[in-house]
Nanobody, 120 residues
Framework: QVQLVESEGGLVQPGGSLRLSCAAT????????MAWYRQAPGKQREMVAR???????NCADSVKGRFTISRDDAKSTVYLQMNSLKPEDTAVYYC??????????????WGQGTQVTVSS
């Protein structure tokens, strides 16, 4: 059984920083893509940033230059460093992991979501 455990979000002032983490635990054969999504009230869930198994990254235009995704494969953990936060970054953030539980069994998992609020 695989679980994704996200760190707590929080309340941050505009211009501030916050780092999210998401650890995959359980029986894991290998991990492919890891990503962060977010969903603001009344809006659809959108992809924020993604990192492949080879550590190639891409991110949404709205966060380029401000957010950085990284991963620690030894810890099966993905991080999202968020700098220069804006009120429009307020949302519930979810991690998403694409992995193999066996060499023939590929699955996708979502974290439980963590609230990030940017406000003065």
């Amino acid at each position: 059984q695989v679980q994704l455990v996200e760190s707590e979000g929080g309340l941050v002032q505009p211009g501030g920083s916050l780092r999210l983490s998401c650890a995959a635990t359980g029986t894991i054969f290998s991990i492919a893509d890891m990503a962060w999504y977010r969903q603001a009230p009344g809006k659809q869930r959108e992809m924020v940033a993604r990192i492949t198994a080879r550590h190639h990254t891409n991110c949404a235009d709205s966060v380029k230059g401000r957010f950085t995704i990284s991963r620690d494969d030894a810890k099966s953990t993905v991080y999202l460093q968020m700098n220069s936060l804006k009120p429009e970054d307020t949302a519930v953030y979810y991690c998403h992991v694409d992995l193999w539980v066996h060499d023939y069994d590929r699955r996708q998992y979502w974290g439980q979501g963590t609230q990030v609020t940017v406000s003065s």
